[in-house]
């Protein structure tokens, strides 16, 4: 909102600024500015908005150059219908003090429904200056019943109580009382369960109570002012009722010696009548205590997420498996509705290193035939803040027109797109090259200024620019011969990954992979993150070449982008390594198709 000029002050509400409340969602500026601007010149106006969709909370600030021109519309508008709701004005008050005082606010009960903010206030209008006054409305805009008139002093909210309370307002009796705070009441009048004369009864529809039978169980504890059963339209018993006493003893009676007893087979349930949002509320309450006590039970850094898990394995032989790492809570794995898991779980240790040390040696392990995710267990909203960050890492500097290719899909997104940590065989000048690599031919790479540095998943070396491989020699070195001049004046760079000739995969591969010495988790687990991958890189290189020669530094770049236990369990798996070759294959052909069809439309 803009600035304002200096306003004078008038009274303790001060400056020339109405709150305009109960207005139409679509209500904007501009229609208040027409409106209000026929009582004076206006300042600015503001409708306050939700943050997140922009949608009007249904009330607004009118600004005004002269606090006499806001003092005209406040006696001349209020009320008028604008969109044909009637807008209910009152001065702005900024400092929350003057409401929260209780200090001339008054509450009126029992009010017709047909009684609105307009006639509430013309009904207490006559007892002093009104600074605001509301009827209380559910969402669908029908009156509760009860309403607040804040007078501008105490004596006019002590005049209005003596002369209303107990008065007809439309043919029934109001109560019009000091206004309290729900705290006040709850030291002044106790607990609605200590002073409660009405039960709810339910439970009885298999009994067939007639009306006179269910009196008659519930007379012998006091003086019932009301007794009903609650029936459809048929006249049929719905199965509840209400039973009214004349005190709270006898409605405290009842509801002891009655509830959970037996009435012709049926175990009635007898208790205090609530309203709805009281019910509403004590349910919320308890539903959060839930909520804190389970976040409490699993603290940060004792509950485990584990993923991948064999159709086969159920909560006992996950509690089996991880068992030998400390003591479990509790472990379960989600089903669906029919039963059949969900292939994840979760683990909760009793410490935080024991859950340590289960995430150590238990990820990427292979259970029955699976290679287990295992990892610390985040709440959703931590879950979704992550994921926010990581992606927003992840598109910062992407090159134009990346996201939302076809080929996108075709493969998991990890395999072309940059992580928030750089992998340490990602560059040239951030690590050895790793032995695999010296295999590997050579090609030439134009980096435009601007582009992506020289990073492995491959999306460098598929990026628009790319031009044909210039020779198909081997490096005679691994660092030695691979020359690296500036990337941001256009100059051209010698590739790691060879030629960018897309062929079909020459599979099966699975005789190379019987003839190589097996890596397991454990052995990973001694080496640090970077000897991690160029284990696994060298692994995997000599298998891919044989079936991709041209290709096999591409693709073996982009498998290394996945999960440790993902590659090892390729490197068991012949089936599962193919479908990952071709897949990079599919991908780098469809980037190769578009290319060529951009230079088609480019000549």
């Known amino acids: ?24 969602p679509d209500i904007t ?21 939700d943050v997140v969709t922009k949608r009007s909370l249904g009330y607004a600030y009118i600004n005004f150059q002269q606090a006499m021109d ?21 001065w702005s008050q900024r400092d929350p003090s003057l409401r929260k005082s209780g200090v001339g606010n008054v509450f009126i009960k029992n009010l017709d429904k ?10 207490f209008s006559v007892f002093g200056n009104i600074l605001s006054c509301k009827v209380a409305h559910d969402e669908r805009n029908q009156s509760k019943g009860y309403g607040f008139v804040h007078f501008e002093t105490q004596d006019a909210s002590d005049q209005a109580i003596q002369k209303v309370n107990g008065m007809l307002l439309n043919d029934k009796k109001v109560y019009v009382g000091r206004f309290m705070t729900r705290k006040e009441r709850m030291e002044t009048l ?31 504890y006091g003086k019932i002012v009301s007794c009903v059963i609650m029936k459809d339209d048929g006249g049929k018993s719905r199965g509840f009722g209400f039973v009214s006493y004349e005190t709270h003893e006898a409605a405290k009676k009842a509801v002891d010696a009655l509830n959970s007893s037996e009435v012709k087979t049926c175990k009635l349930y007898v208790a205090r009548a609530q309203k709805k949002n009281e019910r509403q509320a004590e349910l919320r309450e308890k539903y959060e205590k839930l909520k804190m006590e389970r976040l409490n039970r699993y603290q940060q850094g004792v509950n485990l997420y584990v993923k991948n898990l064999d159709d086969v394995i159920n909560d006992e032989r996950l509690h089996e498996e991880f068992s030998v790492y400390g003591n479990i809570t509790s472990a379960k794995i989600m089903v669906d509705e029919k039963g059949n898991t969900k292939g994840f779980g979760f683990v909760c240790f009793s410490s935080p290193d024991e859950a340590t040390k289960a995430v150590t040696e238990m990820n990427g392990r292979i259970i029955v035939s699976k290679p287990l995710f295992v990892a610390l267990a985040q709440r959703k909203e931590e879950r979704k803040q992550h994921l926010a960050a990581q992606h927003a890492v992840r598109t910062q500097g992407m090159p134009r027109g990346f996201i939302g290719h ?5 493969i998991p997104t990890n395999y072309l797109m940059p992580v928030a940590q750089p992998r340490p065989f990602m560059t040239t000048n951030q690590v050895p090259r790793p032995r695999w690599a010296q295999q590997q031919q050579q090609g030439q790479m134009r980096q435009q200024p601007g582009a992506w540095p020289m990073q492995v998943p491959s999306v460098v070396q598929v ?57 397991s988790s454990q052995i990973l687990n001694h080496a640090n993150p970077q000897e991690q991958k160029q284990m696994l890189g060298e692994k995997l290189y000599p298998i891919i070449q044989a079936a991709q020669p041209e290709l096999a530094g591409k693709i073996t770049g982009m498998l290394l982008e996945m999960e440790n236990s993902e590659i090892l369990h390729m490197l068991e798996d012949n089936t599962s390594l193919n479908d990952k070759v071709n897949e990079a294959v599919a991908v780098l052909q469809a980037h190769q198709q578009k290319l060529a069809d951009q230079q088609k439309i480019a000549k």
């Not at 806001?70 to 009152?90: F, S, V």
């Open 190 to 220: 106790g607990h609605p369960a200590t002073r409660f004369t009405n039960i709810y009864v339910k439970n009885f529809g298999d009994a067939n109570l007639s009306d006179e039978e269910f009196q008659q169980l519930f007379e012998p």
């Open 406 to 410: 076809a080929y996108s899909g075709m």
């Open 29 to 49: 500026e501009a229609n208040l500015y027409d409106k209000f601007s026929q009582a004076g010149p206006v300042a600015s106006i503001r409708v306050c908005r």
């Open 114 to 123: 047909s009684i609105d903010n307009k006639s509430l206030y013309d009904t």
């Open 463 to 519: 990026q628009p620019r790319m031009q044909s491989a210039q020779g198909n020699q081997r490096p005679q070195s691994s660092m030695q011969n691979q020359q690296q001049q500036s990337m941001a004046n256009g100059s051209r760079q010698q590739g790691r990954y060879g030629s960018n000739t897309v062929r079909n995969p020459m599979l099966p591969m699975s005789e190379l992979m019987m003839n190589q010495e097996p890596l």
């Open 70 to 90: 806001a003092e005209r519309a406040l006696d001349t508008m209020n009320y008028e219908l604008i969109k044909g709701r009637p807008m209910r004005l009152m």
């Open 1 to 24: 909102m803009n600035s304002l000029p200096n306003q004078p002050t008038t009274g303790n509400y001060g400056i020339a600024s109405l709150y305009c409340g109960d207005l139409d």
